[in-house]
């Protein structure tokens, strides 16, 4: 599959944004480790805002830049939402009131519950009719979004924004789960070449022969390794620092993700 991007958001640990970020990733700027800051977004209503999570806020914020970037309307495309782990803060909460106060739980813990409400969310806040999924594929569901993005805005001719997510369970789930880092990536796909292409992408599936491509930054290795979202780094590394490369991305059932970058 051959596809365009158009558009970058992102959002992690000491990466608040892609202008900042980009430096950064293509090695011209040291990379310094700071706590996560998630940049306010004021299009929920505040009654809607205040129900939502780290996972709903990171989603809002790379995808609103990603498109904005783009300049393209949020409200006309469609969306593909990738995350391991969805809201870990909400489902632990469940599970403590499910064992501790009687079984009743709060009717917002509910509805935060699902693996698609930062999609819900996000037709809110975008006023958008169009389509959204959701999906997860535990350590691969970055390249699982990737592929599904992609297939999207080839099979339909409309740009794609794919936004993939995920933040840290809290104990004791953590220790069942470790997630080491918040971290929220975007990008704006389309199927054909316009004023607006960063890089095009040339995505295939193959047999897994070769290890999955890592960052030469330890401590950006540690992120990707530890969070399956983080593991765009590598694409986002080769898209900052303009050059054309092949990354490997690992996929399920022994196969990787094998992405040509070649700058627009």
């Known amino acids: 599959m051959k596809i365009f991007i158009e558009g970058i958001g992102i959002v992690g640990p000491g990466l608040s944004n892609w202008p900042t970020s980009q430096p950064v990733l293509a090695g011209t700027v040291?990379?310094?480790?700071?706590?996560i800051a998630i940049p306010p977004n004021d299009?929920?209503?505040?009654?809607?805002?205040r129900r939502t999570g780290i996972p709903v806020k990171l989603a809002l914020a790379v995808g609103c830049e990603a498109i904005a970037h783009s300049h393209r309307n949020a409200s006309e495309l469609p969306a593909v939402?990738?995350?391991s782990a969805g809201d870990g803060d909400n489902m632990h909460n469940i599970f403590d009131m499910?064992?501790?106060?009687?079984?009743?739980?709060?009717?917002?813990?509910?509805?935060?519950?699902?693996?698609?409400?930062?999609?819900?969310?996000?037709?809110?806040?975008?006023?958008?009719?169009?389509?959204?999924?959701s999906l997860a594929c535990f350590d691969a569901s970055f390249a699982a979004g990737l592929i599904e993005a992609a297939t999207q805005t080839l099979a339909d001719g409309k740009a794609v924004v794919l936004i993939a997510y995920d933040a840290p369970y809290p104990q004791p789930l953590h220790a069942a789960r470790p997630i080491s880092s918040t971290f929220g990536v975007a990008m704006v796909l389309y199927?054909?070449?316009?004023?607006?292409?960063?890089?095009?992408?040339?995505?295939?599936?193959?047999?897994?022969?070769?290890?999955?491509?890592p960052i030469t930054n330890s401590e950006l290795e540690?992120?990707?390794?530890?969070?399956?979202?983080?593991?765009?780094?590598?694409?986002?590394?080769?898209?900052?620092?303009?050059?054309?490369?092949?990354?490997?991305?690992?996929?399920?059932?022994?196969?990787?993700?094998?992405?040509t970058v070649r700058p627009c």
């Open 191 to 213: 199927g054909n070449k316009t004023d607006r292409s960063l890089a095009e992408l040339d995505i295939s599936i193959s047999r897994k022969n070769k290890s999955s491509t």
């Open 30 to 35: 040291p990379y310094v480790g700071a706590a």
């Open 98 to 133: 499910l064992a501790h106060n009687g079984r009743e739980v709060s009717p917002t813990r509910f509805h935060n519950s699902v693996h698609n409400a930062p999609s819900g969310y996000w037709s809110i806040a975008t006023k958008s009719m169009a389509p959204t999924t």
């Open 222 to 259: 540690a992120i990707r390794v530890g969070t399956p979202a983080a593991r765009s780094l590598p694409l986002l590394t080769a898209l900052a620092d303009l050059r054309p490369e092949m990354i490997c991305l690992d996929y399920i059932a022994d196969n990787q993700l094998d992405v």
């Open 43 to 49: 299009l929920l209503p505040s009654a809607e805002r």
């Open 81 to 83: 939402f990738a995350s």
